[in-house]
């Protein structure tokens, strides 16, 4: 595949800090290249375009969702069987996937180290010419109420997509909600994707792969032929409801005898606060391990309580510390009481060696895994690039060790003690 002539690379600067290197073409495009040996043999690849959720009208962000299946509509010149079909043919192990991201819209892929041209050469074909024929249209009537059918049948999912919709609103929330689905015609697809595609790449590159290999493929394909608009940031915002005293009621059609209970209290942004999403991670660990510790939580052994600390980085105001319990409808009250207890219990301290010690080496698990994927240094890199000052708050593995038991007692009596929670509860018609 031809793209143009081969871009120039107009300045290149070292990242110590990440380890990585940024490059920037003469056609507006950008490399961000980080080389590891963490999987042999392998690059994972993502390049991001525009504004993403954050830039879509109001009257589009209905059909987010059906951005995800983008990709089966291959480009104009090959459909997605035809694509199918050359790479069986071919042998190229490559692949693509797509994401809306807050502030970007994301092709993504990963493949073999000797085969980065080629899986650059695909998202550029997939961005320059996408295919959105009558054929996307008739996938996505498709495809569309069996995915509304999927999340109805998982009250796990169906919980999430609700609490999403009250915490960040319909623009960010990850799962699409059933009349959203059915409003959604497929039309939609070149409003919403292809000026964002039109405009220059930010690409990272991350796996066994040197620097200028990583330079040299991407100068042929996503950074090729005429400069290219770049894209304006669009501050991702959201207002976080205010608390009520009473539970939000949601409705739900999952199994009988059991029910998705969960509260959750708004955190601060991280710009300001980067050590903060540490502390949180490990208060998270430390309530789960608590909560699973107790008999009360584990009468649903399939479905046991989560505790989550969940900091965007990209999105101002939607930060929060949840908990999520499947529970006995009859239970809410019992529910909160406990889960009060156990929370200023642990504010209040002193916290016990042995749970903390536990929390935190879950904690740094996490971490170290993370810090070994090449996929998560790709999405961590594209913070980098394309929001510089975010990368204060991308945290290294040796900063969990020094997180100690009084700032998660801090963390807990500053945040969630004495702060009334947003609560969720399905009514089944015999609470308390």
Sequence with gaps: MNFGDPARVATTTVDAAHGATIVTFTTGARLIVKSTRSTPGQVAVI???????????????????????????????????DLDQWQKISGHPVNVTFVAGVSAFQLQGDAPSSELRTELALLTAYARDPGFGPEMSEK??????????????????????????????????????RADIAATTGKELPDLLKASLAMAADVAVVGDISVEDAIRAMSQTLAAGEHRPTAQRVRALVTPPTPW??????????????????????LPDEGGKPRL?????????????????????????????????????????????????????????????????????????????????????????????????NAWWARQLTLVLRAPRMAQAIPLESDVTSITPAAVSRFLKTYLLDHRALVFFVDRGNRE
């Design 47 to 81: 390049a991001s375009f525009g504004a993403g959720r954050s830039g879509v009208p109001d009257h589009l962000v209905h059909a987010l969702w059906a951005t995800t299946l983008m990709p089966l509509g291959g480009t104009t010149k090959l459909s997605y069987a």
């Design 140 to 177: 996505i009537a498709m495809v569309g109420p069996m995915i509304a059918t999927q999340i109805e049948g998982d009250p796990a999912a169906e919980f999430a997509r609700a609490a999403q919709h009250v915490i960040v609103g319909p623009r960010y929330q990850e799962l699409p909600e």
């Design 245 to 266: 005293r009473e539970p939000i009621i949601l409705e739900q059609r999952g199994a009988e005898g059991y029910a998705w209970f969960g509260e959750y209290w708004r």
């Design 277 to 373: 999403s540490l502390v949180a991670a490990v208060a998270a660990a430390l309530v789960e391990d608590r909560l699973r510790s107790e008999a009360t939580f584990t009468t649903s052994p399939e479905a046991p309580p989560v505790v989550s600390a969940s900091k965007p980085l990209e999105l101002a105001g939607g930060a929060a510390f949840g908990i999520a319990i499947r529970i006995p409808p009859s239970s809410v009250t019992t529910t909160r009481n406990r889960i009060a207890h156990i929370v200023g219990e642990l504010a209040r301290g002193p916290i016990a060696s042995e749970p903390f010690k536990r929390a935190r080496l879950a904690v740094t698990a996490s971490r170290t895994a993370n810090q070994s994927s």
